[in-house]
């Protein structure tokens, strides 16, 4: 059986999907704004999944469900509820105790997680994700919350006291800074949109939720454990098309904070529609095109086996992917070979299948762009170096290694965001460092090399080009508590649990010349709990 004739049989009848598996459609016609989950009449956009079926009509993705497409108007009904729950810093959300606003996150913690099952489902249907990465995803979203919640208490714990300098006593905490537009990607579309939402919520902020294209129909489960768990009108969703229902939100100049992963052409233009833009605040994570650099020290083996989850974990779409490979001369004919035999052991199939790696890509045209960049880069003179890259049935693009790419290839530097694995030899270390210095991209980079003398050398360079440097491992975003950030056209202010509850929250503090006076006004306030604010209550 030819490769093709194996990838066509993994598309199965539905009827030979596990049970546990199958999916009912889930037609959305409901969306949160201002407390109520409301009704919605309108048209709808419909949801096709990258697992399809074969018919007499050729290959047809299924159907699984439909969400609504809503107009400009429903958009600013979202943004004055949020504006009206925010009320200038004087709502509800905003000047709760952080001990108050930590029970409201608990209860959508236990809310959510009720809504496991299904949400992973949807998750494997609706992306191709596979069913142990769809369940990692929920899981660790769940942790990454917890993790949040912990963090904001140790903050809470340091600013419960008065400091004292130069004659002032004051008190310093953190405030919110209104209302936040989150906007998250299609492949984490839970946990990546939960690290910017989930902080900039329980900091105090208003939220405005636009769901991302693909991964839209998974979040219809928790719209009411948001509607139940937080004060009205301080979790709204934003449905329909981007293009329409988010520019003029932030044309209106409204909107405090811009929380977005995706791509710079659209962050910037976004941005750009902000009439006061020294008002607007953004968190941005966007384009990346990581490089692994193979050193002639390199242990190959390790190289190889970090490459491949590096570049084809979720087939190669992460933004914190290796988009492109060098490899040093003298060893380059030994790595490709080993790269080759590690990705014909991959299995490719159906998001549930066992232990599968490889899987049906979500976006429609997908297979049709990276088939192009391929062939460009052929017709500039290089190659497809394992057997069968490239290979195309349906919905499903099977891993291309291509060698050696050059300058004049599309594939040096657009963003494949796919399984396609670009390699380019070099002589001289400065090569790469050359590609990252003229990059507008400056996110991560891998090293691989046993001597300690050449990664030395090659750390100080890099930590000031890219923001984190691997060493002798894959580019990855984990763990939560690290920093995640990058240079450039990378990103826009740094992520991290105790990153991002900073990023969505402003410094403010309450203070007073020290005579006896104010030492009583402020003995009497925080005795009496009159402020939320200024406390010197310890949450445990």
Known sequence: MSLQEQISSIFVEESQIPAEFQITEVHQREYLCNGEIKPWNGPVSEVYSPVGFFGADGFKRKLIGTYPICTETEANDALDAAIAAYDNGRGEWPTMSIADRIKCMERFIYKMSEQRALVVNLLMWEIGKSYGDSAKEFDRT????????????????????????????????????????????????????????????????????????????????????????????????????????????????????????????????????????????????????????????????????????????????????????????????????????????????????????????????????????????????????????????ASFFYPAIVYPVTEKMRLYREEQFGPVIPVIPFESIEEPIAYQIDSPHGMQVSIFSNDAKEISSLIDPFVNLVSRVNINSQCQRGPDVFPFTGRKDSAEGTLSVHDALRAFSIRSLVATKMNETNKQILNDIVNDNDSNFLSTKFIL
Request: with cysteine; glycine share 6%; charged share 20%.
């Open 142 to 393: 769940i942790e990454y919350i917890n993790a949040t919640i912990d963090a904001l208490k140790d903050i809470d714990r340091q600013s419960s006291r008065f400091e004292m300098a130069e004659g002032l006593i004051a008190q310093i905490r953190r405030s919110p800074l209104g209302v936040v537009l989150c906007m998250g990607p299609f492949n984490y579309p839970l946990n990546e949109t939960f690290t910017t939402l989930i902080p900039a919520l329980i900091m105090g902020n208003t939220i405005l939720f636009k769901p991302p294209k693909h991964g839209t129909l998974l979040h219809y489960p928790l719209l009411r454990a948001f509607q139940e768990s937080f004060p009205k009108g301080v979790v709204n969703t934003v449905y329909g098309r981007g293009a329409v229902v988010t520019p003029g939100l932030m044309q209106t100049g409204k909107i405090n904070v811009l929380a977005f992963i995706g791509s710079s052409k659209v962050a910037n233009d976004l941005k750009k529609r902000h009439p006061k833009i020294n008002r607007l605040r953004a968190v941005l994570s966007l384009d990346a095109k990581n490089a692994a650099i193979i050193t002639k020290n390199a242990d190959l083996p390790l190289a190889v086996s970090e490459c491949i989850l590096g570049a084809l974990s979720f087939n190669g779409q992460r933004c914190t992917a290796i988009k492109m490979i060098f490899v040093h001369k003298e060893v380059a004919d030994e790595f490709l070979k080993l790269l080759s035999e590690a990705v014909s052991k991959l299995k490719f199939g159906l998001p549930w299948d066992k232990d599968v790696k490889l899987t049906p890509l979500p976006e429609p045209n997908k297979t049709e762009y990276l088939t192009e960049i391929v062939a460009d880069a052929i017709a500039n003179g290089a190659s497809i170096i394992n057997e069968n890259g490239g290979d195309t049935v």
